[in-house]
Structure formats: C-alpha cells, structure tokens
C-alpha cells in the first residue's frame, strides 16, 4: 500500500477483555516496530520485528501483551485482560530493512480506550 | 540507556515569525542519528528532519534547521517563516548506531506542542 495502515482507528473496550490491534506496514518494508503513546507522553518502543522475528520484545510492558507477525508482512498486537491502564495510541512503524539512519514510516496509530 | 528531553511542554508562534524547540539528550554512544519528527491531530508521525551524528554541518530542509551540539548533546529545531500547517506536537527522537546491535530502536522525547497564531 502507499503508506503504513493500522487498524481499527479508535477502539473501546470493557476492561477484561482481550482486544487485537493490526498492522499493514509499507509493501517490501522487512523491519516493523510498534510503539505506545500515553496521553502526554512520548512514543514508547514495544516490540520490533525483522521480517517474522522478534529479536526485541524488551519493550512489552507485561505477559499480557504479545505480537506476531506473518508472511513478512501484517503485525497483530494482542492484548489481553485489558486494563485501563492500557489506554494508548498504539502506533506501527515500517522500514525497507533495520538500520539506524533509516526512516521509519508510522501509521495513523489506534487509540485504545479501557473502560 | 539513552534518554532524550525536550523542555518546552508548549510554545506559540506568530505565523511568518521564527520559533525554536529545544532537545537534549543523553548517550555514551559516540555514533547516532537524532530526528525530529512532527505529529498533527491527525497522530501520523512526520520525520521533519533528521543529523548524523558525525557530521558537523547542521540539517536543513526548506524552512526547518536544526542547532546540533554534539559536546551539549543539544538538538534544537528551528522553524523560519512558521505557517499554520506547522501547528502540531514535535517530537526529538534518538537512534543509535551500534547500541549493542539495536540500531532500530527510537527513543523519543514527550514532544512539545506548537500552536501557529494567524
């Protein structure tokens, strides 16, 4: 596609249960990354994938949060037994191959509500 | 670990006037790239601009400038001829190069929010 998109946009959820967030990177990217942004806060690094890998889940804030990715492409951030404390924008990240001069190209992020 | 503050939780502009947002950030890495990236109502993050750390000329793109001070570990961004499309929050982020091998991770700051007055 022209640019990264993540679905849905906005989502609210009862606290407890499970919700999905997905990610459709940029067509050819091999490195995806999602990101959490609290209100007021910066970007906070969750996961990162080189193709299907995960050679970082440093940044998962708990078990109850896990990501995939298939097919070098779609990502799925899974969280379960939300709590409101989970109450983010959620955004994904894409670059043609991991390095650290490269651009990373976010989508338009989703915003989770816990309630 | 690397962290990366920006001090200006708002700053407010005159349209056409020149405003700057101020960064600093903290590393024992002696190679990285520093981004400011801007982030409309819309949420999409935009790379506004990006340095490398080894290279002492200052980035420019069109209207956007930084201050890069390595010694300082300063980074500020400068906005000439501010337009109302300017109007956001910015964000200063930090990458490094061979952090251990995880030269994929952005750090960011918690983003200044920039109104643009007509």
């Known amino acids: 596609g022209a640019g990264v998109s993540q679905s849905p946009s906005n989502k609210v959820t009862e606290k407890g249960k499970d919700v999905e967030l997905r990610c459709d990177p940029i067509?050819?990217?091999?490195?995806l990354y999602w990101y959490r942004q609290r209100l007021g806060q910066g970007l906070e690094f969750l996961i990162y994938?080189?193709?299907?890998?995960?050679?970082?889940k440093s940044g998962l804030p708990s078990d109850r949060f896990s990501a995939e990715r298939t097919g070098e492409s779609v990502s799925t951030l899974t969280i379960q037994r939300t709590q409101q404390e989970d109450s983010a924008v959620y955004l994904c990240?894409?670059?043609?191959?991991?390095?650290?001069?490269?651009?990373?190209?976010f989508g338009q992020g989703t915003r989770l509500t816990v309630v | 670990a690397q962290t990366v503050t920006q001090s200006q939780p708002e700053m407010s502009v005159q349209e056409a006037e020149t405003v700057t947002l101020s960064c600093t950030y903290d590393?024992?890495?002696?190679?990285?790239?520093l981004f400011w990236y801007k982030q409309p109502p819309s949420r999409q993050m935009i790379l506004v601009i990006r340095?490398?750390?080894?290279?002492?000329q200052n980035a420019t793109e069109n209207r956007f400038s930084v201050n890069f001070q390595k010694a300082a570990k300063s980074f500020s961004l400068k906005i000439s001829d501010s337009q109302l499309g300017d109007a956001a929050m910015y964000f200063c982020?930090?990458?490094?190069?061979?952090?251990?091998?995880?030269?994929?991770?952005?750090?960011f700051g918690k983003g200044t929010l920039l109104t643009v007055n007509p």
């Open positions: 990240a894409s670059s043609p191959r991991q390095g650290a001069r490269l651009e990373a190209f």
């Open positions: 067509s050819g990217h091999t490195a």
């Open positions: 994938f080189q193709g299907n890998s995960a050679p970082d």
């Open positions: 590393t024992s890495e002696s190679d990285y790239y």
């Open positions: 340095q490398e750390a080894y290279k002492q």
């Open positions: 982020a930090y990458r490094g190069l061979n952090s251990g091998g995880s030269n994929y991770k952005l750090t």
